[in-house]
């Protein structure tokens, strides 16, 4: 009798226990609908609207990406809605986002020796842009560096574009010296209010998607921008002028957090590997088209196009680098490295 019953409680508790295991296995199948929550997830924040190259080169990676790898789901966050401009990196640290579309800038924020890599009228075109930081030993050595310090991959480097001053009011401006006084946009952080001095203007930050904002108000009195942007985010329709100052050759990486860069199979990678590169490729031809014939457009829509002084806009915002706290701390022989290329 005794023993029987200590047998009964024993296939019972193991009963318990299956059912336990059971249901502990049902819990994810039932939270997520089905087999969803199983999919690896990249989220992708950007500020970019979705007029931009970028974001029409994120749907095509979007759609490689889930076309060849099943068990990856992408989702684009535009307009900065899912993080604010400048807050991907820790975000991307603390697990909350995978991709995030960073700037030279926002690294700078983490290792201050490359605001070299910020600075005004270094990079010459596209495609010194892409020997910098794509197929070049500074390009190894600065993606080796920002994956050890800041944790993140660098994928791939896109064409955001030249960028050039854009005035709410018609304005001369021939030389540095006659933006003394303009309140111009520049994004948040030190790297880029340090862009907006050098050009010879007050820098004031506000982020990306307020811009258009600001300059109807007349909160600001100009920002500095590509052309392919200018014509994306329309501040064709709340300024009269674009002085053509070419200031900035502009890169964008598209930089994955290394955490789960690593968690993807060598498979996985390789699919996501050659999307980036297609998401660039689309980018950079698409942003060189716009350029190519962007002034026109501009001045049909009733814009004033100008050209300044161009020995001295960049001999004066180069002085201003090279006089900078922030030269100071770049590398030795690393501006020669990158005007070598
Ligand atoms: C901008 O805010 O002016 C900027 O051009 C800065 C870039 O680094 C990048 O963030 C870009 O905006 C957005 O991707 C929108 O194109």
Known sequence: MMQRTTSDKLRTTRRHILAAAVAALMVPMVASGGYAQDKKVIRISTPANDAEWQAKGLQKFKEM?????????????LNATLFDQGTEIPAMQRGNLEVGMLSPQD??????EY??????????????????FDTSDVADEYRQRVKD??????????YLG???????????????????????????SDTWQFLGSALGANPTPIAFDEVYLALSTGT?????????????????EVSEQLVLTGHMVAPLFFAMSSSFWDSLSEEEQAVVAEAVAAQSALVDEGTLATEAD???LLESHGMTVTTPDLDAFRS?????????DYAKEWPEGLLERINAL
Do not use: C, W
């Open 65 to 77: 990406v889930e076309a060849k790898a099943p068990n990856i789901e992408v989702q684009i966050h």
């Open 316 to 324: 004066h915002v180069q002085q201003q680098y090279l006089d900078s």
């Open 162 to 188: 030249t960028r050039h001053v854009i005035l709410r009011e018609l304005q001369d401006v021939k030389t540095p010296a006659d933006l003394e006084g303009v309140k111009m946009r520049v994004p948040g």
């Open 115 to 132: 605001s070299v890599f910020t600075a005004g009228y270094l990079l010459r075109d596209a495609e010194h842009m892409h020997s910098v």
């Open 294 to 296: 962007g002034v026109a």
């Open 220 to 236: 600001v009195d100009g920002l500095e921008n590509p052309i392919a942007d200018m014509i994306a985010a329309k501040f064709d």
């Open 149 to 158: 310090d800041v944790e993140v991959v660098i994928l791939g480097t896109q």
């Open 107 to 112: 690294i700078a924020s983490y290792i201050p």
